[in-house]
């Protein structure tokens, strides 16, 4: 599957973004998707995932209550609406991929997910 993401851009503190991920092919309601991100100089970190019917999620404690994931398994994307965001949310946002399991849980690492977008960056000014 491929994973094109977008809706990054610059906003200030308090303030709303929603990203969205695009995936290519036809079965990408057997993917557990999620959002990771990576801050300059920092390794890439998890943010939230949603199971392969939308019915699950999972979010990092920095974002919750703040950030909510959604999918759209008829249109092939995944979401991310961000509010109150802070400027320690700013980041490249990356979207990932990968195919679900019998049970879905918080990613130990990252390099569970197989595939990933392009990334897209998000700067929160204060």
């Known amino acids: 599957v491929q994973l094109q993401a977008s809706g990054g851009g610059l906003v200030q503190a308090g303030g709303s973004l929603r990203l969205s991920c695009a995936a290519s092919?036809?079965?990408?309601?057997?993917?557990?998707m999620a959002w990771f991100r990576q801050a300059p100089g920092k390794e890439r970190e998890f943010v939230t995932t949603?199971?392969?019917?939308?019915?699950?999620?999972y979010y990092a404690d920095s974002v919750k209550g703040r950030f909510t994931i959604s999918r759209d398994n008829a249109k092939n994307t995944v979401d991310l609406q961000m509010n109150s965001l802070k400027p320690e949310d700013t980041a490249v946002y990356y979207c990932?991929?990968?195919?679900?399991?019998?049970?879905?849980?918080?990613?130990?690492?990252?390099?569970?997910?197989?595939?990933w977008g392009q990334g897209t960056l998000v700067t929160v000014s204060s």
């Open positions: 990932a991929a990968k195919l679900y399991g019998l049970v879905f849980a918080p990613p130990r690492t990252r390099y569970e997910y197989d595939y």
């Open positions: 092919g036809r079965t990408f309601s057997s993917y557990d």
């Open positions: 949603i199971s392969w019917s939308g019915s699950s999620t």
